[in-house]
């Protein structure tokens, strides 16, 4: 049995681990950060100007504002393609994932390509996974090697089951962002000033840790130094663009640079259920497959 790719949805994250992209909900209002510590920010005396949700002129004051407000302005209707890879110093690939998602009230679809040695999915062959999935039902297409298996799982197992397949809903974005802002310090470096149809929006750059030894211990990446943050933000808190790029070592000592890029775009596209669910309803009914580890790094 292959295992699920709808783990992936966990993995494609700036911080690993599932606790930040995907998991349960509905991606909208009702699933926001309230479970989350803020980020504490030293108090000032001089009223500072709000530019958006948790950013001021200083720059992102209060991250879990922030990702709160991202979640809201998005709600039910999104589409983003995100970008994960670990290289080596001589420039060779340790591990890359590639997703793009998009999402409408009700369903929701991801398309996702691994490869190396990302810890989910693959031991080093190139991967695609895509998954389409409703409020009740998940259709799953697994292509490597030439080949397609498929894997569905019925109402009971998606919405009913124990485990990890009663958490498995649509992408939830807004917490990517807020491990991001909450990990490194940011200041605003320019305004596009909106008109009727478009918002103003900010330029954010970071260069600084708040906290290496945390950003370490949710990366999987030790000693994180040579941090380099930029991001578009707009007047509503949706965080439009965001590259990050850190230094750091895998767990057996190996010099890497992480880099990763989270872009959304508009329109949504086409989110209807995929030509080939009938292959993945007859090929694999409620299959439970393997539950692999989704961290990334090491």
């Known amino acids: 049995m292959h295992r699920l790719g709808t783990v992936a949805l966990c993995g494609l994250l700036v911080l ?21 510590t803020p980020v504490a920010v030293p108090e000032t005396a001089t009223p500072v100007e709000r530019l958006a949700p948790g950013l001021t002129a200083r720059g992102v004051t209060d991250p879990l504002a922030l990702a709160n407000a991202h979640a809201d302005t998005l709600g039910d209707r999104y ?8 290289r080596y110093r001589n420039g060779s690939v340790h591990a890359r994932a590639d997703q793009t998602t998009a999402a409408v ?8 390509t691994v490869a ?3 810890g989910f999915l693959t031991n080093g062959a190139t991967t ?3 998954v389409w999935a409703n409020e009740s039902v998940l259709f799953e297409r697994l292509e490597r090697g030439g080949t397609s298996s498929y894997r569905y799982l019925g109402p009971g197992t998606y919405n009913g089951g124990a485990g990890f397949y009663s958490t498995l809903r649509r992408p939830i974005p807004w917490r990517d962002h807020y491990t991001v802002f909450a990990g490194v310090s940011t200041r605003v470096t320019d ?5 009727d149809t478009a918002p103003t929006t900010y330029t954010l750059v970071g260069e600084r840790l708040r906290d290496p030894t945390t950003f370490a211990a949710a990366t999987g990446v030790r000693e994180p130094r040579n941090v380099s943050l930029r991001a578009t933000v707009t007047e509503r808190g949706v965080v439009r663009t965001l590259a990050l790029s850190y230094e750091g070592r895998l767990r ?3 010099p890497v640079r992480v880099t990763r890029s989270v872009v959304y775009r508009e329109p949504v ?3 209807s259920r995929p030509p080939w669910y009938r292959a993945a309803l007859n090929g694999s009914r409620n299959s439970r497959g393997n539950v692999p580890n989704p961290r990334l790094a090491g």
Do not use: M, Y
């Open 16 to 36: 690993t681990g599932c606790s930040a992209v995907p998991g349960g909900g509905d991606g909208g209002a009702s699933n926001r950060t309230e479970t989350l």
């Open 79 to 86: 589409r983003f393609h995100s970008n994960w890879t670990v």
């Open 105 to 112: 009230p009700g369903r929701f679809r991801s398309r996702i």
């Open 116 to 118: 190396g040695n990302t």
């Open 128 to 130: 695609t996974v895509t």
């Open 191 to 195: 305004r596009t000033v909106g008109g």
């Open 252 to 254: 057996g000592g190996e």
């Open 269 to 271: 596209g086409d989110v």
